[in-house]
């Protein structure tokens, strides 16, 4: 029975590990300047797809998890969960804006799902990472 324990106890451990790094991976990697430069989604009817944003929006990530966005021209701050989720939080003058997101994260590119969608045929955002 105590090798057992042991046993499920040394597995609990990893899965806590594993799940904290990949956070953490994320979260360095999203600490920057991102700027929108595709939407995904359907417009007047067509199928979905990817089109080009010519004057994108700018989300900064900072490491102690505030969140500058010129959109909304206010402070807010972050969390990212489990299950490749980011909430996102801004408090603007008197309006309040909270939102959950799938989010894919890699080097160069930053796509925001929402999460519940609101989209009929669902909707995304593509970000670059900027300098």
């Known amino acids: 029975m105590k090798k057992s324990m ?13 799940n904290s790094d990949d956070d953490n ?10 700027k929108l430069i595709e939407t995904y989604g359907s417009y007047g009817g067509e199928l979905p797809h990817w089109s080009t944003v010519s004057d994108g929006y700018l ?13 909304y ?11 490749n989720k980011i909430k996102m939080h801004f408090d603007c003058n008197e309006s309040q ?8 994260l890699d080097k160069e590119f930053l796509i ?10 669902g909707c995304a955002e593509k970000f670059e990472k900027i300098n």
Not at 97 to 104: E, G, K, N, S, V
């Open 25 to 34: 991976y994320k979260k360095q990697s999203l600490i920057g300047n991102w």
């Open 112 to 121: 925001l799902t929402p999460n519940p969608s609101s989209c009929d045929e």
């Open 59 to 71: 989300y900064e990530f900072k490491s102690d998890n505030s969140l500058y966005s010129d959109e």
């Open 6 to 18: 042991f046993f499920f106890f040394t597995i609990y451990l990893i899965l806590i590990s594993c």
């Open 97 to 104: 804006i909270l939102a959950t997101y799938d989010i894919y």
């Open 73 to 83: 021209l206010c402070e807010g701050n972050y969390l990212i969960l489990q299950n």
